[in-house]
């Protein structure tokens, strides 16, 4: 299976949003500008997917409907991609899907998306790996357990996408 880690954009701050909670913060105007450009990269990059799954928090929902939209596919929010959620929960998300889907993306954050890829690629949390907001990461996973199952295809920064959609 193909699955695309795909980073939150630019969020606003608490302040900004006028929102107590950091899980209500949306997309700035900025992140959403970038955002609609990156995803303007998929076709290019030969992105494709079946679903796209999304962290409940605003900013995730918001970037996954932007990337939804681009890739012509829907959206469903997934609990286990919250902010701080255990990894190993969501791999065993991620299992119970692989023989549906040839491709996923998921939408999400740091640090639990260096972890996960980590964990698929090592079975442990030590690689430094860093997503930049609204990087994105090809995987080819040959099934969802920790360790040597996972290869990493590419991984690009928010600007190296922004220069491929000039």
Known sequence: MDLYLLRHAIAETLEDAGVELDADRPLSPDGKHKMVKIAGTFS?????????????????????????KALKTECEILPALAAGKPTMKVIAELATRQAKNDAIMIVGHEPDFSRLI?????????????????????????????????TLEWLLTPKQMLAIAS
């Open 44 to 68: 290019t990059l030969g992105v494709q997917v079946d679903r796209v799954l999304t962290s409940p928090f605003k900013r995730a929902r918001d970037t996954a409907e932007i990337a939804a």
């Open 118 to 150: 980590s964990m698929l690629l090592s079975g442990s949390a030590d690689l430094q790996i860093t997503m930049k907001k609204a990087g994105l990461c090809k995987l080819r996973v040959e099934r969802f357990t920790p360790g040597n199952f996972a």
